[in-house]
């Protein structure tokens, strides 16, 4: 009789092991979605979907990919922009879905916290908290279908950030499996606590390269009882600013969202997405959406958006504004900004998207001198600009006459980018304020950043991911 050898199981059979046979994707058909990006341009290759069902799981694949050395790409909903979320090209990456870890997990209203799993999606959180009579502020055009563990691996901004912040202040505690498959149990929810350093900051915004995210302890706020929100023309970005700080003096805190949009992202909305219209009579270069929202009855709230209104409209800041009558004429507002990124994304030409801050003083002169220079260096050139202009965070995209999205030389282009990126680099601004870095930004992080802060992120990726195995390539290059 002979003996057959016995065969060491694979990475993939040790994994299938562990989550079982609804925690592993391998046919070509149902791996699919998790290897192309938001916007259909990325496509990478990967053997396996992992989709673990509880923490434990996550971590007994990790320790199997940290002693098989195999690449992870953890995944949240896949709405990002940078290409963080999915794998590379070369087919080695296992992709690590968060997507059945979606379980509230505490609403505690008297502490204004809510404890959830990172595949919850961020609409679920937001329905939770309303339930208890409280607000979770962070708010995204993805929203429906974006998961909180995404949202903070990238730190996510969004339209309330002018009031509330961005994603990393609105968390108070993390679990976290670490790239040797160890769980940092950080999930408290103390809003005071001096022990030694803030652990949980080096996640939020790492984009999974030194850890997994899989829970948080989120912030809650009282729910306003009253918005009103009004769409408002100006003459320029100088006044929108101007209008800012005057809105702030009348109004106080009680603004919540102040966005600023061109009048070419109105034309593209109203030319690609039928049913919308323009709230004006007339044609205006810019406009703004301002929201309010207080505990104040909406009366009291409206009178005073209406003072402020009028107290610029003496001192020409603004030229015309409509204020919502009904909660459908607010949403009806802000579908026509919700709308653009749909709307540049159904026109058949390249877009070139920036998602850029600066300091808000700087917003004008920035806007001026990046259009100048992109008029120079490509006649005929789109700029579709608009953002949340009251915390400096602008999408300064353009469209470049000639570039078609379905033409690859033109997605792999960054000479837009580079024009774009060296103006913000003298205005001492961000090329990156809310979507992150992922693959597509690595160059620029290379380049834009000093030799110390460089030095600084290898040393931390080198000593929690020595193999490199969490979300390779993103991020740093050369993180070895």
């Not at 994707?25 to 496509?43: K, N």
């Not at 989709?51 to 790409?73: D, S, W």
């Not at 607000?135 to 995404?150: K, N, T, V, W």
Request: overall charge neutral.
């Amino acid at each position: 009789m002979v003996t057959q050898p016995r065969t060491t199981p694979s990475v993939i059979e040790r994994i299938g092991a562990v989550v079982g046979p609804h925690g592993l994707l391998t046919e070509p058909r149902d791996v699919e979605p998790f290897t192309a990006d938001w916007r259909g341009i990325y496509r990478g290759k990967t053997l396996a979907v992992v989709r673990p069902g509880n923490v434990k799981e996550v971590a007994a694949v990790v320790r199997i990919c940290a002693e098989t050395r195999t690449p992870l790409v953890p995944q949240g909903g896949n709405t990002g922009q940078s290409n963080g979320a999915v794998p590379r090209a070369g087919g080695a990456d296992l992709v690590l879905s968060l997507g059945r870890l979606n379980r509230i997990l505490e609403v505690d209203a008297l502490n204004n916290t809510i404890a959830a799993q990172a595949g919850c999606i961020l609409a679920a959180i937001q329905e939770a908290a309303a339930e208890a009579g409280r607000l979770f502020p962070l708010s995204l055009g993805a929203e429906g279908s974006c998961q909180i563990g995404g949202n903070l691996s990238t730190n996510a901004g969004g339209t309330n950030v002018l009031r509330y912040g961005n994603a990393r202040d609105l968390v108070l505690g993390l679990e976290v499996v670490l790239p040797d498959g160890r769980i940092w149990d950080g999930l408290r929810s103390l809003r005071k606590d001096n022990t030694g350093y803030d652990l949980k900051q080096l996640f939020i915004g790492a984009e999974g390269t030194l850890g997994i995210i899989t829970a948080a302890v989120l912030k809650l706020f009282p729910r306003t009882s009253a918005n009103v929100t009004s769409w408002v023309a100006v003459p320029s970005p100088r006044q929108a600013v101007e209008l800012l700080a005057l809105l702030r003096r009348h109004c106080g805190d009680s603004v919540t969202a102040f966005e600023g949009i061109s009048r070419r992202c109105l034309d593209l909305v109203l030319r690609n997405m039928p049913g919308t219209r323009d709230p004006l009579p007339q044609r205006h270069e810019w406009y703004v959406l301002v929201e309010l929202g207080d505990a104040r009855a909406s009366d009291a709230l409206r009178h005073g958006l209406e003072s402020a209104l009028a107290a610029a409209a003496e001192i020409t800041l603004i030229a015309d504004a409509v204020i919502a009558e009904s909660t459908a004429q607010s949403e009806s507002l802000w579908s026509l900004r919700d709308a653009i990124p749909l709307a540049a994304r159904a026109d058949p030409r390249m877009v070139y998207r920036h998602d850029i801050s600066v300091a808000v003083s700087r917003i004008p002169d920035f806007i001026a001198a990046a259009q100048a220079a992109l008029e120079q260096r490509f006649p005929g050139v789109e700029v579709i600009c608009f953002g949340h202009l009251g915390d400096g965070n602008l999408h300064f995209n353009a469209f470049v006459p000639g570039r078609l999205r379905t033409d690859p030389a033109a997605q792999d282009a960054q000479d837009v980018a580079q024009v774009v990126y060296d103006i913000l680099q003298r205005f001492g601004g961000s090329f990156s304020a809310e979507h992150g870095i992922g693959l597509a930004k690595v160059a620029q992080l290379a380049r834009y950043k000093s030799p110390v802060e460089l030095e600084l992120m290898r040393a931390l990726k080198r000593t929690l991911d020595p193999h490199n195995i969490m979300n390779p390539g993103k991020v740093l290059m050369n993180a070895e």
